[in-house]
């Protein structure tokens, strides 16, 4: 039976946790932050001291009590929290990382709430050190570059599809699609581009290069 002294000392134990963990995300911008992670890891922990005592309050002889049979709810009810800190731009997806971490930290909360303080600890900081170390050296040395989604809108006229592909290739690793709508009558052009950009390649230098090409009436990067 874990006592309320046992059971606030785990509860402040694991807000220190996902408070760690919640910073590195609140400092790179994700919808799941700080608040969002201590509040969670808060509530693994409770669930899992809550499991471990109902398991033993309602146990009965000759009956094997589960102390595991609440906590295991959380494991499968996180899926949902996780899934909306998930978010599609364009053809980038954001967020798989931070509901990774929120599901991982809910069960760092669980193991402190069983009273594993020093597999808790462990956890979270080869947590941080994935996602600082590792964060920084896949930018750097794995993913080089990102797909972006190009729109262009032009009047017609000879040489101006050849132009727009030229600067786009020229500026991009890899051009992956390349598509073209015409009107006739209004002698209008519409390009949809998909391309993968380097990150040591800024926008603003592909978007002058773009609209200095004569005829273009807009532009949109995703």
Do not use: C
């Amino acid at each position: 039976m874990i006592s309320e002294i046992q059971i606030i000392l785990r509860i402040l134990v694991a807000a220190v946790l996902g408070a760690l963990v919640g910073f590195e995300r609140e400092r790179q911008d994700q919808p799941a932050g700080l608040r969002t992670h201590m509040i969670l890891v808060i509530g693994a922990t409770l669930a899992m001291v809550l499991s471990v005592n109902l398991g033993y309050l309602y146990a009965r002889p000759g009956t094997p009590a589960d102390p595991a049979r609440l906590a295991a709810q959380v494991i499968s009810g996180i899926g949902f929290l996780g899934a909306g800190a998930i978010l599609r731009y364009g053809f980038n997806v954001k967020g798989l990382t931070t509901a990774t971490s929120l599901w991982t930290m809910a069960i760092v909360g669980m193991a402190v709430g069983a009273g594993y303080y020093l597999v808790g600890v462990i956890t979270t900081a080869l947590m941080l050190l994935v996602l600082t170390v590792l964060n920084i050296l896949e930018k750097r040395f794995v993913r080089t570059s990102i797909t972006r989604y190009i729109s262009i809108e032009a009047n017609y006229h000879k040489g101006v599809v050849k132009s727009i592909r030229h600067i786009v290739q020229e500026l991009s690793d890899n051009l992956v699609s390349f598509t073209i709508q015409k009107h006739v009558k209004d002698k209008r052009l519409r390009i949809q581009m998909v391309a993968r950009i380097s990150r040591d390649q800024t926008l603003e230098e592909l978007i002058d290069h773009l609209s200095d090409i004569e005829g273009v009436r807009n532009l949109k990067v995703e």
